[in-house]
């Protein structure tokens, strides 16, 4: 596929996603204790539940999701940027951290969650609001019963890569409201 048709079945998918999506919010512990991970991620894209507000701060969407692969699509704005003209790394580190810590969160069953415990990013190219959308998409490596870990990488529609990253992940039983 090439890379205009790629970007064109990106920005469909997002759009086809965004209008289903219900507006930002964040789920109680109980709505996240009763669903597996992946329920809790089908709900989101489906609009039974809102998705998060940094996501929508951010710009990025989530647009796939199974267990262990989760992707979030972005683009960067200059809304984005430090003062020396590119897209600040903590947009990086958000879209990242996000994709990895949701697969994570995609094997889990119910009554289980996941908070971070460690971030590695590497930025190997800077992005800039000319970029256009881009893609992190968060594998897992493991889980277990105590840690989970995932690696992701944000590349552009015609396959850059622009940075790549890993986490773990504490696994841990949700506490009911």
Same mark, same amino acid.
């Given at each position: 596929?090439?890379?205009?048709?790629?970007?064109?079945?990106?920005?469909?998918?997002?759009?086809?996603?965004?209008? @289903?999506?219900?507006?930002?919010?964040?789920?109680?512990?109980?709505?996240?204790?009763?669903?597996?991970?992946? /329920?809790?991620?089908?709900?989101?894209?489906?609009?039974? *539940?809102?998705?998060?507000?940094?996501?929508?701060? *951010?710009?990025? $969407?989530? +647009?796939?999701?199974?267990?262990?692969? +989760?992707?979030?699509?972005?683009?960067? %704005?200059?809304?984005?940027?430090?003062?020396?003209?590119? $897209?600040?790394?903590?947009?990086?580190?958000?879209?990242?951290?996000?994709?990895?810590?949701?697969?994570?969160?995609? @094997? *889990?069953?119910?009554?289980?969650?996941?908070?971070?415990? /460690?971030?590695?990013?590497?930025?190997?190219?800077?992005?800039?609001?000319? @970029?256009?959308?881009?893609?992190? /998409?968060?594998? $897992?490596?493991? $889980?277990?019963?105590?840690?989970?870990?995932?690696?992701?990488?944000?590349?552009?529609? %015609?396959?850059?890569?622009?940075?790549?990253?890993?986490?773990?992940?504490?696994?841990?039983?949700?506490?009911?409201?």
């Amino acid at each position: 596929m090439s890379a205009e048709s790629t970007l064109d079945a990106w920005r469909r998918r997002e759009a086809a996603v965004r209008q @289903t999506m219900a507006p930002p919010g964040t789920a109680s512990v109980s709505d996240i204790g009763a669903r597996s991970g992946i /329920e809790f991620f089908e709900d989101i894209m489906s609009g039974k *539940l809102g998705g998060a507000p940094i996501a929508s701060t *951010l710009d990025f $969407v989530l +647009v796939e999701v199974e267990p262990g692969r +989760v992707t979030f699509q972005g683009t960067p %704005a200059f809304a984005h940027y430090n003062p020396i003209g590119s $897209v600040h790394g903590g947009w990086f580190c958000t879209l990242l951290d996000s994709a990895m810590g949701c697969a994570v969160h995609s @094997t *889990l069953p119910p009554g289980r969650g996941y908070t971070t415990l /460690e971030v590695k990013v590497n930025m190997l190219r800077r992005l800039t609001a000319q @970029t256009g959308p881009v893609r992190a /998409e968060g594998r $897992v490596v493991h $889980v277990g019963a105590t840690t989970g870990m995932a690696e992701d990488r944000i590349v552009d529609a %015609a396959g850059k890569l622009y940075a790549a990253g890993t986490t773990t992940c504490l696994v841990l039983p949700l506490d009911r409201d």
